[in-house]
């Protein structure tokens, strides 16, 4: 049976990682080749990185950071952060990674999931969804709105009806973050990742809000998710990731646990 | 040497990547005279069945694979690339090379759901081979050992005799199907950690017989 997957997740900016928490205060903890190796080394399933590089005349470090990353490490990664148009994609595919994520640009063009999924395939496509709580209304039905922004410019699409269509534009995962929970450290969003994961059949990696390994236990179990992503809890070494599979693997969750 | 076979087919420099990490030497080409010069042959791939196999008849492949098969040297598949070895895949109703008689099916999707509730298609992710005939590359596989899959497609080969290796995902598939000196994974051995790279390193020292 397929394991749940384990996700640590690194934001770079200028080729150098972040943690942010509430996406402001990022500071530098290193050097994303080395937390990649430390981290395929220590039993990750995959890797994310988002490129928070503001200026564009920078970028090209990302693709000589995903180029250095795949001559490293030997399991699937993928990028998100900055990419706005097939040619992105196409770069980042080319340097080495496994995945590309699309969020805000897919909101504004979704025909770049499309497009890319035509492309690459739709294995390749992840739409990054940053979702907040809003209440159901009747132009939200589901409650949950998308945003952009890092959660300050609210769209006016309904989170479950964007993860649909995603789904038929040809998107091959949901990296679903909730802008609530995320660096909270107080456990995933629950309801949302289980009313979005039971309602396409493409995986979905939870993302925001994991602080202790109960956490993902309950979003790979009653979320229904299928991975999660994981940032703080094992950064600042409060968890290891062989740590956190042996607690999911003694409370029945499957896990990989050799590598 | 190690051929890489290009055929436009997502990204073959993470193959090419991976033989390099563990120490032999590969091109990545779509020359028919280079192919039949190489020593082994790698037919990786992601995608669809229906590009592949169009990019595979353009380029003149199709009897560079068949005729490196009859030579006898080592194959390897990997994912789109053991598909496109059997006769015929349901993916865009395509025909195949035919190296391995069978057909290439789909997951379906609904039947999976009844076994195991909310089962996503691509069955994406670590999952076990189940071994059901011995083979060398296989030779350091454990139980607990797991391989990184992406595919809403399997080989189903007609004898039972090519059969390798068979996963569990709703249904058991078969994962890793030879004959001969064709072996062929439906998982990614470069994107699978420690134990891909083994099945890799014992790709590249399989003499078959």
Request: aromatic share 14%; hydrophobic share 50%; proline share 7%.
């Given at each position: 049976m397929l394991s749940k997957r384990i996700i640590p997740c690194f934001d770079v900016r200028d080729g150098k990682t972040t943690k942010g928490i509430k996406f402001k205060d990022n500071v530098d903890i290193g050097d994303p080749v080395e937390m990649a190796r430390f981290y395929y080394e220590a039993g990750a399933d995959e890797i994310v990185f988002y490129d928070i590089t503001a200026s564009s005349d920078k970028r090209d470090i990302m693709i000589d950071v995903v180029r250095r990353v795949a001559e490293t490490i030997f399991i699937p990664f993928s990028v998100g952060g900055g990419i706005r148009t097939i040619e992105d994609m196409r770069k980042v595919l080319l340097a080495g990674a496994e995945k590309v994520s699309v969020n805000s640009a897919a909101v504004k063009n979704p025909e770049i999931i499309s497009k890319g999924a035509e492309a690459f395939g739709n294995q390749c496509i992840v739409l990054g969804m940053d979702v907040k709580y809003v209440g159901k209304s009747e132009k939200i039905p589901s409650g949950y709105e998308i945003v952009i922004n890092g959660g300050r410019t609210?769209?006016?699409?309904d989170a479950l009806k964007w993860a649909i269509d995603a789904e038929k534009l040809g998107a091959g995962e949901i990296c679903l973050n909730s802008i609530d929970a995320d660096g909270t450290c107080e456990g995933y969003a629950l309801n949302l990742t289980s009313l979005i994961s039971e309602n396409v059949g493409i995986p979905v990696i939870a993302s925001g809000g994991a602080g202790k390994p109960e956490h993902l236990y309950d979003v790979l179990t009653k979320g229904k998710a299928d991975a999660a992503l994981i940032a703080s809890m094992v950064h600042y070494g409060t968890y290891s990731i062989s740590g956190i599979k042996s607690y999911l693997d003694k409370n029945g969750v499957k896990v990989r646990k050799s590598w | 040497m190690i051929a890489i076979i290009d055929y436009d087919a997502g990204n073959l420099t993470s193959v090419a990547r991976a033989v390099t990490h563990i120490g032999f030497k590969c091109i990545i080409t779509n020359d028919t005279k280079e192919i039949g010069k190489a020593e082994r042959i790698i037919f990786p791939g992601v995608g669809a069945a229906g590009s592949a196999m169009e990019s595979i008849k353009r380029l003149g492949l199709d009897e560079a694979i068949k005729e490196a098969f009859s030579s006898g040297k080592p194959i390897l598949g990997i994912c789109i690339g053991t598909q496109v070895?059997?006769?015929?895949?349901e993916e865009n109703d395509t025909k195949c090379l035919g190296i391995i008689a069978g057909k290439v099916l789909s997951f379906k999707f609904d039947a999976i759901r009844e076994n195991g509730a909310g089962l996503k298609i691509p069955h994406m992710g670590w999952n076990r081979i189940i071994l059901r005939k011995r083979h060398f590359i296989l030779s350091d596989l454990k139980e607990e050992d797991e391989f990184y899959f992406v595919h809403g497609y399997y080989p189903a080969p007609d004898?039972?005799?090519?059969?390798i290796g068979t996963t569990d995902y709703g249904i058991s598939f078969p994962s890793v199907i030879g004959y001969k000196n064709i072996i062929a994974t439906q998982f990614h051995p470069e994107k699978s950690g420690r134990q891909g790279l083994a099945i890799l390193k014992n790709f590249c020292a399989w003499k078959p017989c």
């Open positions: 609210f769209m006016g699409i | 070895i059997m006769d015929y895949s004898d039972p005799a090519h059969l």
